[in-house]
């Protein structure tokens, strides 16, 4: 290979410090998340050790910790270490109701990954509906002033992680509450997640409004019932700056709303492999979508070495938090328990170009304005839950109602006979 690889390292931080330093330096003394560690075999303990039971009624919860339902996977789902299907099968015999409800939910994920890899970077523009902005707005506001804010964004700094709750929470207070520019907030959040992912600003969108018109409002009702102990300790108990819901605000539409209606922004993934007969294949790519041991194209050539690039161009454009490094690093080292990997550090185009390699075909559009210039010697169909097709996404609902009823669920078949009924 024309340019200098390097070996993962067991010690992800220091490795991260000495060949990524440059994108340290602004966050000064950094660690790696405690709770969550990069890598396939992470990943399958923490889907071993989640029990679904009581999913339901406690996914919502916030404090205590002890009483959270959530599965804490999306680290490794986001970054291909487990597959949405390993998750689906997981709970596969356990009670219905919970069963589908995580499921849902797996759904909701495989709904806005379609959604990204057809409608790509429009997902940064407000789908329908324009929130309104203020001059001057403070986002999250200061900090030892509100102690559910506090603690929302001191796990999130900590951890890179959050549960869906607290997200809305996050989201709602800095857009509808405050009106400050939600593409900025959904940054902020991005930067810290170890599962931030451009696919999930749909997580923004549905939160402020802009998808359905339809707000979520953050106020102390929400504290009060999922996280109570926060408003007993808050400086602010006496005189909540949030004891009223916010104000309904008033949604434009979108100067450019996007199209999401059945047809459009048809898919643009390879359903079947792409093999240039004439090329063999030296190396595996494997991009940050996809670092897990079943990903398609490490399946197809279990003898060839995995070949990962830190992007330098798209990380001095992201900025991510190092923790995510880290991450990212660990799951090559644990990789490397298991096969060669090699690791480079560059442009991925530049470095990749004159070597034939095998690669799964990522569905974001990153992979493929590169994978143009990379001309890879094959790649291989994105592993999905729900085939991609050309459905409506104009709402979750619409998307799931096309479907395969392989992928059904109890909620979905409620819907169908109300439908039936009226
Ligand atoms: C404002 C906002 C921003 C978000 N940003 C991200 C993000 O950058 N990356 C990300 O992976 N998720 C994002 N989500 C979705 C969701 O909050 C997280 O996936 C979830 O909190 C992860 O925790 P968990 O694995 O314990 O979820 P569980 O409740 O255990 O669910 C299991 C899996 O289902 C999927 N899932 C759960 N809830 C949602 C949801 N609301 N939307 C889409 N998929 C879901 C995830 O893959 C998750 O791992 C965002 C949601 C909101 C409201």
């Given at each position: 290979m024309s340019f200098s690889i390097l070996s993962p390292?067991?010690?992800?931080?220091?490795?991260?410090?000495?060949?990524?330093?440059?994108?340290?330096?602004?966050?000064?003394?950094?660690?790696?998340?405690?709770?969550?560690?990069?890598?396939?075999?992470?990943?399958?303990?923490?889907?071993?050790?989640?029990?679904?039971?009581?999913?339901?009624?406690?996914?919502?919860?916030?404090?205590?910790?002890?009483?959270?339902?959530?599965?804490?996977?999306?680290?490794?789902?986001?970054?291909?270490?487990?597959?949405?299907?390993?998750?689906?099968?997981?709970?596969?015999?356990?009670?219905?109701?919970?069963?589908?409800?995580?499921?849902?939910?797996?759904?909701?994920?495989?709904?806005?990954?379609?959604?990204?890899?057809?409608?790509?970077?429009?997902?940064?523009?407000?789908?329908?509906?324009?929130?309104?902005?203020?001059?001057?707005?403070?986002?999250?506001?200061?900090?030892?002033?509100?102690?559910?804010?506090?603690?929302?964004?001191?796990?999130?700094?900590?951890?890179?992680?959050?549960?869906?709750?607290?997200?809305?929470?996050?989201?709602?207070?800095?857009?509808?509450?405050?009106?400050?520019?939600?593409?900025?907030?959904?940054?902020?959040?991005?930067?810290?997640?170890?599962?931030?992912?451009?696919?999930?600003?749909?997580?923004?969108?549905?939160?402020?409004?802009?998808?359905?018109?339809?707000?979520?409002?953050?106020?102390?009702?929400?504290?009060?019932?999922?996280?109570?102990?926060?408003?007993?300790?808050?400086?602010?108990?006496?005189?909540?700056?949030?004891?009223?819901?916010?104000?309904?605000?008033?949604?434009?539409?979108?100067?450019?709303?996007?199209?999401?209606?059945?047809?459009?922004?048809?898919?643009?993934?390879?359903?079947?492999?792409?093999?240039?007969?004439?090329?063999s294949p030296e190396a595996v790519w494997i991009t940050?979508?996809?670092l897990?041991d079943?990903d398609?194209a490490l399946t197809a050539h279990p003898d060839l070495p995995a070949l990962f690039i830190?992007?330098?161009?798209?990380?001095?454009?992201?900025?991510?938090?190092?923790?995510?490094?880290?991450?990212?690093?660990?799951c090559l080292a644990d990789l490397a328990l298991r096969r060669e990997v090699h690791v480079g550090?560059?442009?991925?185009?530049?470095l990749l170009?004159?070597i034939n390699v095998a690669v799964t075909?990522?569905?974001?559009?990153?992979?493929?304005?590169?994978?143009?210039?990379?001309?890879p010697a094959a790649?291989?169909?994105?592993?999905?839950?729900?085939?991609?097709?050309?459905?409506?996404?104009?709402?979750?609902?619409?998307?799931?109602?096309?479907?395969?009823?392989?992928?059904?669920?109890?909620?979905?078949?409620?819907?169908?006979?109300?439908?039936?009924?009226?």
């Open positions: 390292s067991s010690n992800a931080e220091d490795w991260v410090r000495t060949h990524l330093g440059e994108f340290c330096e602004p966050f000064g003394d950094w660690t790696a998340s405690e709770r969550f560690r990069g890598g396939r075999t992470a990943a399958l303990s923490a889907l071993e050790s989640f029990k679904v039971r009581g999913y339901a009624a406690t996914r919502n919860e916030v404090l205590p910790i002890s009483s959270r339902g959530a599965s804490q996977l999306s680290p490794y789902i986001r970054h291909g270490l487990l597959t949405l299907g390993e998750a689906w099968e997981h709970v596969s015999t356990a009670p219905d109701h919970d069963r589908d409800k995580f499921r849902d939910e797996l759904l909701w994920q495989e709904y806005t990954r379609h959604m990204y890899s057809r409608i790509g970077t429009h997902l940064a523009d407000s789908l329908r509906y324009q929130p309104p902005e203020r001059p001057n707005a403070q986002g999250w506001g200061e900090r030892n002033t509100m102690a559910c804010l506090d603690f929302a964004l001191a796990e999130l700094e900590t951890d890179g992680w959050v549960p869906n709750q607290m997200r809305m929470w996050l989201a709602s207070h800095w857009t509808v509450r405050e009106g400050a520019h939600w593409q900025a907030g959904e940054r902020e959040m991005y930067r810290q997640l170890l599962d931030g992912s451009y696919a999930n600003r749909a997580g923004w969108q549905w939160t402020i409004g802009s998808a359905t018109g339809r707000p979520y409002g953050f106020s102390r009702w929400q504290v009060t019932k999922r996280a109570p102990a926060l408003c007993n300790e808050c400086p602010s108990r006496h005189s909540c700056p949030i004891e009223q819901w916010p104000d309904e605000p008033q949604l434009d539409e979108a100067t450019h709303r996007v199209e999401l209606r059945k047809g459009q922004n048809p898919p643009h993934e390879p359903l079947l492999p792409i093999i240039d007969a004439s090329r940050a979508e996809s897990g079943s398609p830190f992007d330098t161009p798209l990380l001095r454009k992201l900025s991510l938090h190092p923790r995510r490094l880290a991450f990212l690093s660990e550090i560059g442009n991925p185009v530049e170009r004159s075909a990522a569905p974001v559009p990153g992979f493929r304005s590169r994978s143009v210039q990379i001309s790649v291989y169909p994105w592993p999905w839950l729900a085939p991609i097709s050309d459905a409506p996404l104009s709402s979750f609902s619409a998307w799931r109602r096309a479907l395969p009823s392989s992928l059904a669920t109890a909620s979905l078949r409620r819907q169908q006979r109300q439908k039936r009924r009226r």
